[in-house]
């Protein structure tokens, strides 16, 4: 193994990458298992270790407490067995507050407590175009809102996204066919790069491992379960100890049809069981739950999944989906705006932000994406580039809101009508909607005083009102659509 | 029997009033039972006679089929039995259509065969009003696209609504308590003025027989089943011969703690029993069925539901309850234009709009109301009165459009995520919504030429397309919400 006499260090969350030459014949990918024990104190966390071609396995570890570790190599092949080391785990730079993780059944917090609001996108085929356009997607992103981006691991053949792309996850190509039993490492180089950009963004990497968008073309979406468990196994050895990772099983699973429920357990299990770090785990529906033509959904109150990944375009179903599966909803697509002719591509800012809000004030979180028609069908949703619409800006204001709430906001059911998030007693958040209301009587606790301002969630403005707020009070309001109410407790 | 020598004539779908005088002691309204057989030909129709006060017993019918009838009473009163009689039956005046039936699954029709598009609004309590607002609320409804109102037997009390009526279906008043044995003709006497009068603006009544708008003030969403069954026989007796009569059980029944799903079954049944003439039967649910805090709905599918009144604010949920119920599906309720603070109450004209349409472009018929406030709290949702809004004139234009397409319109799935009905080779409607594709793909039968027309539904204006399309085609579009496309066979 690559490592040096001096102590090397590594910081929390950050990654410890492993590099040692070993077997290069026959087929490397399936011949020769490696796996190394990682040692804290009393704690032993087993990780996997991958091929990356060129005759050098690699291994990458993710530590998650500060001090020293140690480690030791197991492997099918002697000379990548028992190789032993030890490193010195330092604090996070600023920055890195770790992987996002579930903090209760409706928030996400960062593993360091910073509570983490999901602002996502799409972006499903970014990293399978040019160098230029994908340079231009992270340029667009460093000034976007977005934490969170979806992305897919195979390519995509689909409306306005055509192009053959010139790598791919397994070595072969279109025409002589892939080898489902190797990978291709200059695929997952470049996107690990992609990744690490990622992370100094502070996005998260949502990543899609299967989807529908295939249909015969390369194959990706009917291999054998032998292939798929096999390239699960691929893809998180690699990219588990990546910190911002999380696993999205497949995008619109139910259009899969070479794929069963059991295997979609099956993957989930396999997922949770290969990642030492336990990112987040979900998978996304196509049709609808209650579409005439739905299928049975997924059912997400089963015990690998660690929220809810959904598709409907009614985000005030939020609630509904709380009760049935008690765990964070992230809406992650509820149609995008822009101007396609397909119906989840053609609605307006307003609307797209509107679903941002009502998805927010019932504690749940919708995702963003942009399909506008372009002269060259660089569409932001498939293939990144630039976003042209009106909502992201908005959606900067709704993110700004979300995270200065006090930590613990949670729907409050005794506003009845209108949505509502916040802290009984310290801070609410009442959305309006399409509602516009002249008026409206809000019961707040007595004998505390509060102050409010009302958002123009559209304009992106906070007008606050005169005097200070007790009891039940009249609010008059200015009647017109996408009006929100912040309440919070009065310092004196 | 009031009964000239002279052999009477009514016209069909008209009502033949007799009238006798009876036993006046006791209570006439429970004590003394009186039918009549009406017979044509082969067939015989029992009715129901009722007591109307000041010694007075009446039959009201409504005969079906031109032509002589004879008809004979049946008493447990010896002066009430067997007073025989005829009448001949004439063709029906100008506007006079029949009763309105249910002609298959997706649609309603008059029983001459004019196919029925029902367009209706709320107003609740507007024959409680004084009759000045009374007055004001039929000369509103003389230049309104309605063609159904809802409105309740029983006086209503909520929000913006807590005058004290005049006169109440029985006798006694609030401070001394009511009898519920015994009615109080004065109060049906000046209902039927106004089934009249909406029966001469053409205008279905679609009655509500019970609502939870009471919780103890008057008492009349409590009463014992004996007296809810009475009170059932009574109002059928009195107003089934009317030929724009409907029967809605009851508005938001779930929220009528007193009474249980078996309650509904029974009254339904006794409504279906008395009912010579099958008048239209529905039930109106107050929580969604998908809310989380929903109870079971009632199953429409039950034999005596004729077709689904339904609230819910996603109407486009509309083919989910077409494949539960296999019945019209009118959403009487799915918020109304206006700004009260209450959300049922506070959409947008253009939201209000939208409903109607995207109801209609799935195969359902959304319901209009308007809540504005109003300084005397004449809302019409609630009192009737005025008009204020701007949504019953694009209603109109719809209606106009749907008064226009081809007999037969049904939801053509084949244009998938564009709701549209039509009739397959002849006519097709589309409707956008909020959605604002730049162009959209039609597949049009080849070898037939099209017609076709841009519909902006909140301008109220039709742009003929240039030139005739045929097979698969491509339409331009403005790129805006609230858009139509009407597509129709070219005449050359």
């Known amino acids: 193994m690559v490592h040096s006499e001096q102590e090397q260090q590594v910081e929390r969350w950050g990654m410890l990458e492993l590099a040692c030459p070993g077997p290069a014949a026959g087929n490397p990918f399936a011949d020769c298992e490696l796996f190394a024990d990682f040692r804290h104190g009393g ?4 990780v996997r270790g991958f091929y990356d071609g060129g005759g050098v396995y690699k291994l990458r570890f993710m530590p998650d407490a500060v001090g020293e570790w140690s480690f030791v190599t197991r492997s099918s092949s002697p000379e990548l067995d028992g190789i032993a080391g030890s490193f010195r785990c ?3 730079s600023p920055g890195n507050r770790g992987p996002v993780r579930v903090r209760d059944e409706y928030r996400f917090a960062y593993e360091d407590g910073t509570p983490y609001v999901p602002v996502g996108t799409t972006c499903y085929a970014w990293t399978h175009q040019s160098e230029a356009l994908q340079r231009q997607t ?12 979806r992305m897919c691991l195979f390519p995509k053949k689909y409306s306005f996204n055509s192009v053959e792309p010139d790598l791919f996850p397994f070595s072969g190509n279109r025409e002589a066919g892939f080898d489902w039993s190797r990978f291709n490492p200059a695929y997952f180089s470049r996107l690990e790069e992609r990744l690490r950009e990622l992370q ?9 491992l299967f989807h529908p968008y295939d249909k015969g073309h390369w194959g990706f979406d ?7 468990d096999r ?3 691929y893809v998180v050895s690699r990219l588990a100890a990546f910190r911002n990772v999380w696993w999205s099983l497949a995008n619109e699973y139910d259009f899969m049809k070479a794929k069963t429920m059991s295997d979609w357990d099956r993957l989930f299990r396999l997922v949770q069981q290969e990642d030492p770090y336990g990112h987040l785990r979900s998978i996304h529906n196509g049709t609808g739950m209650y579409d005439p033509e739905s299928v049975v959904m997924y059912d997400h109150a089963k015990p690998w999944v660690t929220h809810c990944s959904i598709q409907h375009w009614d985000v005030n179903l939020t609630p509904v989906w709380h009760r049935l599966y008690r765990k964070p909803i992230v809406i992650d697509e509820c149609c995008y705006e822009g101007n396609v002719p397909q119906r989840w591509g053609n609605i307006t800012a307003e609307e797209m932000t509107r679903r941002f809000w009502d998805a927010a004030a019932r504690g749940g979180y919708a995702g963003h994406g942009e399909t506008y028609l ?3 069908d660089e569409i932001w949703w498939a293939k990144g580039g630039r976003l042209y619409g009106d909502s992201p800006a908005r959606i900067a204001f709704l993110r700004r809101v979300l995270e200065a709430a006090p930590e613990g906001c949670r729907p409050i059911p005794a506003f009845r009508d209108v949505p509502t998030i916040g802290v009984p007693g310290e801070y609410y958040l009442l959305y309006f909607g399409i509602h516009r209301p002249a008026y409206r009587m809000i019961e707040l ?3 505390v005083s509060f102050q409010a301002e009302i958002l123009d969630t559209w304009e992106m403005t906070a007008t606050p009102l005169e005097g200070r707020l007790t009891g039940s009070c009249r609010i008059e309001l200015p009647g017109k659509p996408y009006l929100a109410l912040r309440i919070y407790r009065s310092e004196a």
């Open 43 to 46: 704690r032993t966390v087993r």
């Open 138 to 149: 992270l340029d667009t992103l460093r000034s976007a809102p977005f934490n969170k981006i």
């Open 231 to 233: 390239y699960v196994r």
């Open 200 to 208: 100094e963004l502070g996005i998260e990497a949502d990543l899609i």
């Open 445 to 447: 606790p007595p004998d």
């Open 90 to 92: 330092t604090q996070p």
């Open 222 to 228: 009917a291999m054998d379960s032998e292939a798929d």
């Open 374 to 376: 372009h002269p060259e």
